[in-house]
T-cell receptor, first 118, second 112 residues
């Protein structure tokens, strides 16, 4: 079975601070995918990134960066110079390649509520 | 319009009533999913379909049924709603299973 843990329930920062959202996952599969989604106050789920288990290269997209470390089963998300518009709930998720009893479902963490104050 | 639409946006329903939540995508994705989102629990998969004509059970399928008559539509039915089914329901689709899933805007359902 797969499990995703986001230990930080809520984080509060002041604008322009850097903030890191932690994500730890569990799976016995060697091939899997990791995701981050953003859920702003409007409620929709916005896809941010997808990484496969064979690609541990860190990724940067503007103010967003992701650090994937298989050795610690972590896929952390950092926002640099946070802005008020970054306020949202952020979900980390995991899926494995369909096969056997797996059907490629996303297993979500509980989410981290990020509030960025002006 | 490219993407996923869900209807209704919100609904208040008496316990025991039957309700169908609609989901339509126009991206020609093969796989579709229904999740429910509850505070502190993240999103949990109810049912999924990897292609038209086939469906499967997710983590929390009890009390729900789905059908997939064609590629675009994936309705979720509550045969006899109960208060514990009060939740926000999200439909999602992906080109194939394990591909990136894209979500609809959600339906907020309250069962009294």
């Amino acid at each position: 079975a797969q499990k995703v843990t986001q230990a930080q329930t809520e984080i509060s920062v002041v604008e322009k601070e850097d903030v890191t959202l932690d994500c730890v996952y569990e799976t016995r599969d060697t091939t899997y995918y990791l995701f981050w989604y953003k859920q702003p106050p409007s409620g929709e789920l916005v896809f941010l990134i997808r990484r496969n288990s064979f690609d541990e290269q860190n990724e940067i997209s503007g103010r967003y960066s992701w650090n994937f470390q298989k050795s610690t089963s972590s896929f952390n998300f950092t926002i640099t110079a946070s802005q008020v518009v970054d306020s949202a709930v952020y979900f980390c998720a995991l899926s494995v390649v369909p096969g056997g009893t797996s059907y490629g479902k996303l297993t979500f963490g509980q989410g981290t509520i990020l509030t960025v104050h002006p | 319009i490219a993407g996923i639409t869900q209807a209704p946006t919100s609904q208040i329903l008496a316990a025991g009533r039957r309700m169908t939540l609609r989901c339509t995508q126009d991206m020609r994705h093969n796989a579709m999913y229904w999740y429910r989102q509850d505070l502190g629990l993240g999103l949990r998969l109810i049912h999924y379909s990897n292609t038209a004509g086939t469906t499967g059970k997710g983590e929390v399928p009890d009390g729900y049924s789905v059908s997939r008559a064609n590629t675009d539509d994936f309705p979720l039915t509550l045969a006899s709603a109960v208060p514990s089914q009060t939740s926000v329901y999200f439909c999602a689709s992906s080109p194939e299973l394990s591909d990136t899933q894209y979500f609809g805007p959600g339906t907020r359902l309250t069962v009294l």
